[in-house]
């Protein structure tokens, strides 16, 4: 089974999924080969908070999505060629991304965080990809063949409900 959790930057993604990995889920960040590459090239700041870096760090990602469209997804399959069992895919924001790792097995379940964050710049670019996701997720769901989806918000994260969600009891 493949778990998605999606959100804007910085609403609890990666905390929630840590929250699962005790229950014995695989993570994949799906921006970690963007991080891991950018960072053998990155001449200039390195505080992952900054606008600057947060910027020079989307443009690498575009600019290695532009020579190759399905690079992430690519980085996703090899990841699962080393790993077996439930995977929760962390960040995807790249609608085309999501519906190819979608694909890749027929059992998935997603957790959508609500939040009020916005991102801006280049990195507003992605964001904009989570409502594409959904709007896909509901038409899925308009045409019958829906997937499991688990909303919450990013001030009550409870591990009950999400573990609930995952053994499908929700």
């Given at each position: 089974m493949q778990v998605f959790v999606i959100g804007p930057t910085?609403?609890?993604?990666?905390?929630?999924?840590k929250i699962v990995q005790h229950h014995g889920y695989t993570i994949y960040e799906a921006g970690s080969w963007a991080r891991s590459e950018f960072a053998?090239?990155?001449?200039?700041?390195?505080?992952?908070?900054?606008?600057?870096?947060?910027?020079?760090?989307t443009a690498y990602a575009l600019n290695v999505l532009q020579r190759n469209p399905y690079y992430s997804v690519e980085r996703y399959e090899a990841f699962l060629r080393t790993h077996t069992?439930?995977?929760?895919?962390?960040?995807?924001?790249n609608p085309d991304d999501f519906i190819h790792m979608l694909r890749l097995d027929p059992h998935n379940k997603v957790i959508v965080i609500d939040?009020?964050?916005?991102?801006?710049?280049?990195?507003?670019?992605?964001?904009?990809?989570?409502?594409?996701?959904?709007?896909?997720?509901?038409?899925?769901?308009?045409?019958?063949?829906?997937?499991?989806?688990?909303?919450?918000?990013?001030?009550?994260?409870d591990e009950h409900q999400i573990l609930a969600f995952l053994q499908g009891d929700l």
């Open positions: 910085k609403s609890g993604k990666s905390t929630l999924a053998q090239i990155n001449t200039g700041p390195t505080d992952e908070f900054s606008s600057v870096f947060k910027d020079n760090l069992g439930h995977t929760v895919v962390v960040g995807v924001r939040s009020d964050k916005q991102s801006g710049g280049t990195l507003g670019v992605f964001e904009r990809g989570l409502k594409v996701i959904e709007d896909y997720l509901a038409w899925k769901n308009s045409v019958g063949t829906s997937v499991d989806v688990l909303r919450i918000s990013e001030q009550c994260v």
